[in-house]
């Protein structure tokens, strides 16, 4: 196969272990820039959270507002009852809150429930991300520099 042109060219001098030094390097590095791209967004979610200050507390106001209108619809459902369904006053206005209770209790029950459920898969989440994240950077570290050992630093594989 004389006539076929000869593709490895002469070896630079570059070493396997070289190679290995490098891309563990570059790994570490691109790790790093992930965890400051997280810590980036972070701190630009607390910088939104501030801005929208103003109009976290007109959505307060309005919110009191609308709340503060409940009892006055309540009150306004008893008087039906008693002008069109000939009840009491007091017994109107007792069926009526009493309603409103079981309604309130039933919705805010099931609201806590499903937010109880959300936070717990967002912190799960986190710890898992800040783990993996400090497992990668030791495994890359220990590639970079041979004489640190994980077992002696206390890390450990998490699955």
């Not at 507390?57 to 002008?83: C, D, H, N, R, Y």
């Not at 206005?93 to 459920?117: P, Y």
């Not at 799960?124 to 570290?141: D, I, P, Y």
């Amino acid at each position: 196969m004389s006539s076929q042109a000869q593709v490895n060219g002469p070896q630079t001098g570059a070493t396997v272990d070289d190679v290995t030094t490098h891309i563990s390097s570059l790994a570490y590095d691109l790790i790093t820039l992930a965890e400051l791209q997280v810590k980036l967004l972070y701190v630009d979610a607390r910088e939104a959270g501030s801005r929208s200050a103003a109009s976290a507390v007109a959505l307060v106001g309005m919110a009191v507002l609308g709340l503060g209108s409940i009892p006055v619809l309540l009150f306004g459902f008893a008087e039906l009852l008693t002008q069109y369904a000939h009840w009491s006053r007091g017994v109107s206005c007792l069926v009526v809150a009493g309603v409103a209770v079981v309604i309130a209790g039933v919705a805010g029950f099931s609201c806590a429930q499903r937010l109880r459920t959300i936070l717990a898969v967002f912190s799960r989440s986190h710890q898992e991300l800040n783990a993996n994240l400090e497992f990668v950077k030791s495994l890359v570290e220990v590639q970079a520099n041979p004489s640190i050992n994980p077992q002696t630093q206390g890390r450990r594989v998490r699955v």
